[in-house]
């Protein structure tokens, strides 16, 4: 047929065919979330796909009608069963209109379940009629009664006024024969009026019958319609009749509740005497007596649910709402109520694990929190808020993007973002603010804890500060580049005097040939020195770095050292102090301080012409110092000094060096239990200083 020039793909078909239809219908998947509304649906409401996709469409339910509803649908939708339920939903007026709607889950070929496809329709005409029938068959009934029961007095008037015409006729046969006849007549003629009053009356009383029992025919459809959507309702729902609270009707689920007990037509007390003196006795007397509604929400029940079983912790949402006689007096309790005895169990379980999980995260040195599976904080641990200064309602969720530098947060947000989609856990880098201000690198780890199905339930975040060793990375960066730089330039000097000799090697000349052989020579020096440096630094590190003491003057050591500067005569070297002042130390050690303190003062106060070695005593301690009168060291510097590869700028001048040399020589003062520091001011020199133990 022509259908194959119009081939329509099947989702479109299908789509086509469910919005065409009058009425509305939804379409939810395995994960219970609707995600198709027909067009029928999307008028009615006068709201977008995209407004009642997932759970956007409990919105347009009439908020007193939405417990009732979720309580149903939470029952079919757990046992993968029809459900059917009516309501008032919002019309795209605004106005609410009664529907009802019926659900039936689908499944695959395979028997999986795979959601729901449920219609609904406007029930609102229907009710409103219903309403007004009853309320017309009412008021007629009682229209028709007053009217009966007015000719009905006044057939009686019209009875008393012919008995007394009666008594006057006879009266009057007693004085007139002649009357006698024409009184008969009138007689004759009452007794047919009254004949035919008869008759109306009959048939009057025979409309009445024929009105009455339609109405009770109605009223029994009602009941029965209404007794069937109780047996039928997938909550448990029950009537508690009169102030006794007499069992008067139970539906499967309410029965369900307590297999196996007997309650129908036994008082409450006498059924379930275990309720006696619970809360819930005297909720249900309240509602008794003010006709209040009561509705109760994971409301612990202490019940039997066996005949002569022991009584359990169980849990319940219910309803109970006041039943009112004709006479419109309270006269019963309608019992709506569904089991949450294992949601709420669950819940307990999972709310004392996060406890004794938060507990455990307050105890970590780090900084710790847990997100939700979507990525919001719910929990942080102490240090956290120590760390932040800020609390919970300031960080939660995702409060905490205003703690990260904001040139990081845009990136990590992302690596942030994939870690929570994945089921593997994740970390990343970042700078977090200290309530000081101060940013500091911490690493972020993320790791996922699952389920007993394996899926990710929460994740746990840790933070750990990293400031330190990124910095010493950073410089450990900039030291590979200052060595290689520093070896470099030794290297490059020694081959090119090697290159010269090489060239003369058949003719040597006699004045250059030594001057090449010292440079190559302070070449190989200078780079053996860097080499002992590099050493030192890595036995530093490994703590290896060797120390052997023995005894000898501070003043000899310092008068012997650093001839290569007295040599070269640029500086002059004075010692002052004390002659006779010894030490126990490692003398080759001490030298190495002292040269590197002494080479420091030539490199970085060249123009200082007299450099001072100083011996002197400071408690139990002798204090060596050399002192300079170079420009000294800016006092924001000076805390740095001692540390690894640290090496102070001088804009516009470049000295070399490894930025080791005081490093060492602090980790070698250490070793012998003393100190040493600096006092500098800017254009004032330097004096650095340290002690060794005194030897008596
Ligand atoms: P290096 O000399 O290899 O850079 P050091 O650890 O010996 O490493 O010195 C660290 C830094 O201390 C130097 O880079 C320099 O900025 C500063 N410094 C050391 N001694 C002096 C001094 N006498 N005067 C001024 N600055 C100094």
């Given at each position: 047929?022509?259908?194959?020039?119009?081939?329509?793909?099947?989702?479109?078909?299908?789509k086509?065919?469910m919005?065409?239809?009058?009425?509305m219908i939804r379409i939810s998947g395995a994960d219970n979330l609707f995600y198709f509304f027909n067009k029928?649906w999307l008028?009615?409401t006068g709201r977008t796909l995209q407004q009642e996709y997932g759970i956007g469409w409990t919105e347009g339910i009439?908020?007193?009608?939405?417990?009732?509803?979720?309580?149903?649908?939470?029952?079919?939708?757990?046992?993968?069963?029809?459900?059917?339920?009516?309501?008032?939903?919002?019309?795209?007026?605004?106005?609410?209109?009664?529907?009802?709607?019926?659900?039936?889950?689908?499944?695959?070929?395979?028997?999986?379940?795979?959601g729901y496809?449920s219609?609904?329709?406007?029930?609102?005409?229907?009710?409103?009629?219903?309403?007004?029938?009853?309320?017309?068959?009412?008021?007629?009934?009682?229209?028709?009664?007053?009217?009966?029961?007015?000719?009905?007095?006044?057939?009686?008037?019209?009875?008393?006024?012919?008995?007394?015409?009666?008594?006057?006729?006879?009266?009057?046969?007693?004085?007139?024969?002649?009357?006698?006849?024409?009184?008969?007549?009138?007689?004759?003629?009452?007794?047919?009026?009254?004949?035919?009053?008869?008759?109306?009356?009959?048939?009057?009383?025979?409309?009445?019958?024929?009105?009455?029992?339609?109405?009770?025919?109605?009223?029994?459809?009602?009941?029965?319609?209404?007794?069937?959507?109780?047996?039928?309702?997938?909550?448990?729902?029950?009537?508690?009749?009169?102030?006794?609270?007499?069992?008067?009707?139970?539906?499967?689920?309410?029965?369900?509740?307590?297999?196996?007990?007997?309650?129908?037509?036994?008082?409450?007390?006498?059924?379930?005497?275990?309720?006696?003196?619970?809360?819930?006795?005297?909720?249900?007397?309240?509602?008794?007596?003010?006709?209040?509604?009561?509705?109760?929400?994971?409301?612990?029940?202490?019940?039997?649910?066996?005949?002569?079983?022991?009584?359990?912790?169980?849990?319940?949402?219910?309803?109970?709402?006041?039943?009112?006689?004709?006479?419109?007096?309270?006269?019963?309790?309608?019992?709506?109520?569904?089991?949450?005895?294992?949601?709420?169990?669950?819940?307990?379980?999972?709310?004392?694990?996060?406890?004794?999980?938060?507990?455990?995260?307050?105890?970590?040195?780090?900084?710790?929190?847990?997100?939700?599976?979507?990525?919001?904080?719910?929990?942080?641990?102490?240090?956290?808020?120590?760390?932040?200064?800020?609390?919970?309602?300031?960080?939660?969720?995702?409060?905490?993007?205003?703690?990260?530098?904001?040139?990081?947060?845009?990136?990590?947000?992302?690596?942030?973002?994939?870690?929570?989609?994945?089921?593997?856990?994740?970390?990343?880098?970042?700078?977090?603010?200290?309530?000081?201000?101060?940013?500091?690198?911490?690493?972020?780890?993320?790791?996922?804890?699952?389920?007993?199905?394996?899926?990710?339930?929460?994740?746990?975040?840790?933070?750990?500060?990293?400031?330190?060793?990124?910095?010493?990375?950073?410089?450990?960066?900039?030291?590979?580049?200052?060595?290689?730089?520093?070896?470099?330039?030794?290297?490059?000097?020694?081959?090119?005097?090697?290159?010269?000799?090489?060239?003369?090697?058949?003719?040597?000349?006699?004045?250059?040939?030594?001057?090449?052989?010292?440079?190559?020579?302070?070449?190989?020096?200078?780079?053996?020195?860097?080499?002992?440096?590099?050493?030192?630094?890595?036995?530093?590190?490994?703590?290896?770095?060797?120390?052997?003491?023995?005894?000898?003057?501070?003043?000899?050591?310092?008068?012997?050292?650093?001839?290569?500067?007295?040599?070269?005569?640029?500086?002059?070297?004075?010692?002052?102090?004390?002659?006779?002042?010894?030490?126990?130390?490692?003398?080759?050690?001490?030298?190495?301080?002292?040269?590197?303190?002494?080479?420091?003062?030539?490199?970085?106060?060249?123009?200082?012409?007299?450099?001072?070695?100083?011996?002197?005593?400071?408690?139990?301690?002798?204090?060596?110092?050399?002192?300079?009168?170079?420009?000294?060291?800016?006092?924001?510097?000076?805390?740095?000094?001692?540390?690894?590869?640290?090496?102070?700028?001088?804009?516009?001048?470049?000295?070399?060096?490894?930025?080791?040399?005081?490093?060492?020589?602090?980790?070698?003062?250490?070793?012998?239990?003393?100190?040493?520091?600096?006092?500098?001011?800017?254009?004032?020199?330097?004096?650095?200083?340290?002690?060794?133990?005194?030897?008596?």
């Open positions: 047929m022509a259908s194959s020039n119009h081939h329509i793909p099947i989702e479109t078909e299908f086509t065919i919005d065409s239809l009058p009425g029928g008028r009615f009439h908020p007193d009608d939405l417990l009732r509803y979720k309580d149903i649908y939470a029952v079919s939708v757990g046992a993968h069963t029809e459900f059917i339920v009516d309501y008032r939903l919002r019309n795209y007026d605004g106005s609410y209109r009664w529907v009802a709607e019926q659900g039936s889950p689908r499944f695959l070929p395979d028997g999986i379940f795979s496809i219609s609904c329709i406007d029930i609102n005409e229907i009710r409103e009629t219903d309403r007004q029938k009853s309320e017309y068959i009412q008021t007629e009934a009682l229209a028709r009664e007053q009217f009966l029961n007015e000719e009905l007095a006044s057939f009686n008037e019209e009875l008393a006024s012919t008995n007394e015409e009666l008594a006057s006729s006879n009266e009057e046969l007693a004085s007139s024969n002649e009357e006698l006849s024409a009184t008969n007549e009138e007689l004759l003629q009452s007794r047919e009026s009254l004949a035919l009053l008869n008759n109306e009356l009959e048939h009057q009383v025979k409309l009445r019958t024929a009105e009455l029992s339609r109405s009770q025919d109605d009223a029994i459809n009602q009941r029965d319609r209404l007794k069937r959507f109780f047996m039928q309702a997938p909550a448990g729902i029950c009537i508690l009749d009169g102030p006794e609270l007499i069992f008067e009707l139970i539906n499967p689920p309410y029965q369900q509740l307590f297999p196996g007990r007997n309650l129908l037509n036994k008082r409450l007390l006498d059924a379930v005497p275990e309720i006696k003196g619970e809360p819930i006795w005297d909720i249900l007397q309240n509602v008794l007596q003010t006709g209040k509604t009561y509705e109760g929400n994971e409301l612990l029940i202490p019940l039997v649910r066996n005949e002569g079983g022991a009584v359990e912790d169980r849990y319940f949402n219910f309803i109970y709402q006041a039943r009112y006689d004709k006479d419109h007096v309270i006269d019963g309790i309608l019992v709506f109520v569904i089991e949450v005895t294992d949601t709420v169990l669950t819940k307990l379980k999972i709310q004392e694990e996060a406890e004794r999980f938060q507990t455990q995260l307050n105890a970590i040195p780090q900084i710790a929190w847990t997100n939700t599976v979507s990525g919001e904080v719910d929990f942080y641990n102490h240090q956290w808020y120590n760390y932040t200064g800020l609390d919970f309602e300031q960080t939660k969720a995702w409060g905490w993007k205003d703690v990260i530098h904001p040139d990081d947060l845009q990136y990590n947000l992302k690596t942030f973002d994939e870690i929570i989609k994945g089921k593997v856990g994740g970390e990343f880098e970042i700078r977090e603010k200290r309530k000081d201000g101060a940013y500091r690198w911490h690493l972020i780890r993320i790791l996922p804890i699952t389920n007993e199905d394996g899926e990710v339930a929460r994740w746990i975040g840790t933070a750990t500060d990293i400031q330190e060793l990124k910095m010493l990375q950073s410089q450990k960066d900039d030291f590979i580049s200052i060595a290689s730089h520093e070896l470099k330039t030794p290297v490059t000097s020694l081959k090119a005097s090697i290159q010269l000799m090489d060239r003369m090697k058949e003719n040597p000349s006699p004045v250059m040939l030594p001057k090449l052989i010292t440079q190559a020579a302070r070449s190989v020096d200078k780079i053996s020195e860097l080499i002992e440096d590099l050493l030192d630094a890595s036995r530093v590190n490994q703590s290896q770095l060797s120390i052997v003491k023995t005894t000898f003057k501070a003043s000899e050591m310092l008068e012997g050292c650093c001839n290569h500067v007295r040599i070269e005569a640029k500086h002059e070297l004075i010692f002052q102090g004390d002659k006779e002042l010894t030490v126990f130390a490692d003398e080759h050690r001490i030298d190495q301080v002292v040269i590197n303190l002494v080479n420091n003062a030539v490199k970085y106060a060249p123009n200082s012409k007299t450099i001072y070695l100083i011996a002197e005593t400071a408690g139990d301690y002798v204090k060596i110092s050399v002192r300079d009168n170079g420009p000294g060291i800016a006092p924001d510097k000076i805390p740095d000094l001692f540390s690894k590869y640290y090496r102070a700028e001088y804009t516009g001048v470049q000295y070399s060096g490894l930025g080791l040399g005081l490093y060492i020589s602090a980790e070698i003062i250490a070793r012998h239990g003393g100190r040493i520091g600096v006092d500098s001011e800017l254009g004032k020199g330097s004096t650095f200083w340290f002690t060794l133990p005194i030897n008596h």
